[in-house]
């Protein structure tokens, strides 16, 4: 099979190309014919580095991705060969990225896919989605899983709404029922957030957002899906509704954030940290139930019209495809593995 393999940090350069056997699933495993890897920026966060080696002899980078299962093993129950299936976390911990023809996983990392979904929008759910979900159900007392109507009568600011992750969080938010309002740097941008189904869109480059934001939302926001916390905490401050949830993720525009302290406590405001990797099986099964339910009612589209361009590599072009996030593109970047996808 085709394998794009690394075995030491770098940039893209360190990608290569390769033929190698696909493995065989062991006790609580699968093995996935991957149709599309899906890139995020962690994948070229976590390829990237001055040379180290990597902790495994070789690794196949990308941890999110779409396929259908090739191969069960033991004691593996509620997947069979022939599922199509959307797969995340697949290389946490492990060499078994999905940039390649076959990728043995943990069964817990394959999640079928209801009739009728792409293997497209599939791809794109994994980092992205499940980050959204955890985002979305932090508050003190909003609802912890997501469902159709879970988020009546909230308001939800989100941060770069034209975003990978901030494009999962409209789309959930709006599913279940929230007043949606995105910040964007740009018409383009702004163009995106509100095809992903944001009902309010703010430029915070060229508007006065927290102004704006107190007009559309006058008794605050109850969540923020905040992806530069170092850059909007005072806005955050100013908006958020007493009790109301803050959830960072990322780093994005600063390392360091300053908290203004009396708009935050005398709100009663929880403010969140959020990692993925470490955030622990019960809140990933959830998203990963919840994200499904959402797949099922035709809530998360992708494609330019929903809100995410796609931007196609084939296989061999990895190394495109990360420089691509890398740099910032603008929509999804997705590798048809199969060849057959575009
Ligand atoms: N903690 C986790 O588990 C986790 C999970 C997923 C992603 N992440 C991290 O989250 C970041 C975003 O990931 P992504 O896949 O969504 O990337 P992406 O598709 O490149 O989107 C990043 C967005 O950030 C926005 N942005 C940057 N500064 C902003 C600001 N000051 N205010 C509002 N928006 C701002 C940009 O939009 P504008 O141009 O409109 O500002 C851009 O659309 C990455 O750093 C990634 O590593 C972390």
Redesign the pocket.
Same mark, same amino acid.
């Given at each position: 099979m085709r394998s794009i393999v690394y075995s030491r940090t770098g940039s893209s350069s360190v990608l290569s190309l390769e033929e190698r056997e696909p493995g065989n699933p062991g006790p609580g495993e699968v093995r996935v014919k991957v149709t599309v890897s899906g890139v @995020? &920026? %962690?994948d070229w966060?976590a390829r990237a580095g001055s040379g180290a080696k990597s902790a495994f002899d070789e690794v196949v980078p990308n941890q999110d991705g779409a396929g259908v299962i090739d191969a069960v093993g033991e004691g593996v129950t509620g997947l069979a060969v022939g599922d199509r299936v959307w797969l995340y976390l697949t290389q946490h911990q492990r060499p078994t990225g999905t940039a390649q023809e076959y990728t043995v996983i943990p069964a817990e990392r394959a999640v079928k896919l209801p009739e009728g979904i792409g293997f497209d929008i599939a791809a794109s759910l994994g980092? &992205?989605a499940m %980050?959204a979900h955890r985002a979305l159900t932090v508050h003190e007392f909003g609802p912890a899983r997501l469902s159709r109507g879970s988020l009546d009568g909230r308001a939800v600011l989100i941060?770069?709404g034209?975003?990978?992750?901030?494009h999962a969080a409209i789309q959930l938010a709006a599913w279940a029922g929230a007043n949606v309002i995105a %910040?964007?740097?740009?018409d383009e941008?702004a163009a995106l957030a509100r095809a992903a189904g944001a009902h309010h869109i703010v430029n915070?480059r060229t508007e006065d957002a927290a102004k704006r934001i107190a007009e559309i939302s006058p008794d605050g926001v109850d969540h923020i899906v905040e992806?530069?916390i170092a850059? @909007?905490a005072a806005l955050d401050g100013e908006v958020i509704a007493n009790h109301g949830s803050i959830a960072y993720?990322?780093d994005? #525009?600063g390392e360091e954030a300053t908290i203004p302290l009396r708009p935050t406590f005398a709100k009663n405001v929880r403010i969140q940290g959020?990692?993925?990797y470490t955030v622990g099986e019960a809140a990933l099964s959830a998203a990963v139930e919840d994200i499904t339910a959402a797949l099922g009612d035709g809530a998360l589209p992708v494609g330019e019209k929903a809100g995410l361009p796609l931007i196609w590599f084939p296989l061999e072009e990895t190394a495109a495809a990360h420089d691509s996030v890398e740099h #910032?593109a603008v929509g999804k970047v997705l590798i048809d593995v199969s060849g057959d996808n575009r």
């Open positions: @995020n &920026p %962690t966060k980092v &992205p %980050t941060a770069g034209a975003g990978a992750v901030g %910040t964007i740097s740009s941008k915070y992806v530069s850059q @909007n993720y990322a994005n #525009g959020l990692l993925l #910032g």
